[in-house]
């Protein structure tokens, strides 16, 4: 199983930014996708999380109506747009997959088994 991410970069405050995340090696089509992320001297928490299955998303208060999460039609990239984006919402962001059952807000809540080696996102005001 490999997560890879790609597009974090620099920008202003209100700007946007699509990450993107190719996965490979699962055997399941029911893989739970999301996006984690971790400020410096804080955890990583949930961002935005997706079940395929039946198309449900969940988000992160702070990034609701901002941010999107999605996957192209073969399921094999996830993506994360984020729109106007905040000083706050600078960290390095996560991948990460999980092929158990469990609802979107328990993955949000404490994470999932497959992880990719981040993206760091940079905001500057």
């Known amino acids: 199983v490999q997560l890879v991410e790609s597009g974090g970069g620099l920008v202003q405050a209100g700007e946007s930014l699509r990450l993107a995340c190719a996965t490979s090696g699962f055997t399941s089509d029911d893989v739970k996708v999301g996006w984690f992320r971790q400020a410096p001297g804080k955890p990583r928490v949930g961002v935005a999380v997706l079940t395929p299955r039946d198309g449900a998303v969940y988000y992160t208060d702070s990034v609701k109506g901002r941010f999107t999460i999605s996957t192209d039609s073969h399921r094999n990239t996830v993506y994360l747009q984020m729109n106007n984006l905040r000083p706050e919402d600078a960290a390095v962001y996560y991948c990460?997959?999980?092929?158990?059952?469990?609802?979107?807000?328990?993955?949000?809540?404490?994470?999932?088994?497959?992880w990719g080696k981040g993206t760091r996102v940079t905001v500057s005001s």
């Open positions: 990460a997959a999980d092929q158990g059952y469990y609802s979107g807000n328990y993955y949000l809540a404490y994470g999932m088994n497959y």
